[in-house]
């Protein structure tokens, strides 16, 4: 069975930095396309970054992080990661991550499949 957790997440002021890990267990992570996302309290969970599977490692970014935020994979801790810096207010939000069914263009975010962790709070507060 596919299972993530998300960890990293903290308390921190705007212009601080924070890495986000997703962990996975019960399949090879590396043969996936995998996706960031995050849900504000009172809005929809949306897309941040994703991740191609394999060798391709070709990453996308939502308009609202790019230029701030990196994604990237570690195959040999099975552990995808979100590097967050230059936090602004808006970032807060319950990380979670998933599997997807791509990571290029625009509609990436909706072929996200159910698998969503506990996810991780980033808050961004001075």
């Known amino acids: 069975q596919l299972q993530f957790v998300e960890s990293g997440g903290n308390l921190v002021e705007p212009g601080g930095s924070l890495r986000l890990s997703c962990a996975a267990s019960g399949f090879t992570l590396e043969y996936y396309a995998i996706g960031w996302f995050r849900q504000a309290p009172g809005k929809e969970r949306e897309g941040v970054s994703c991740i191609s599977a394999g060798d391709d490692s070709s990453t996308y970014f939502e308009d609202s992080v790019k230029g701030r935020f990196t994604i990237s994979r570690d195959n040999a801790k099975n552990t995808v990661y979100l590097q967050m810096n230059s936090l602004k207010p808006e970032d807060t939000a319950v990380h979670y991550c998933?599997?997807?069914?791509?990571?290029w263009g625009r509609g990436w975010s909706k072929s996200a499949y159910d698998h969503w962790g506990q996810g991780t709070q980033v808050t961004v507060s001075s």
């Open positions: 998933t599997t997807l069914g791509k990571c």
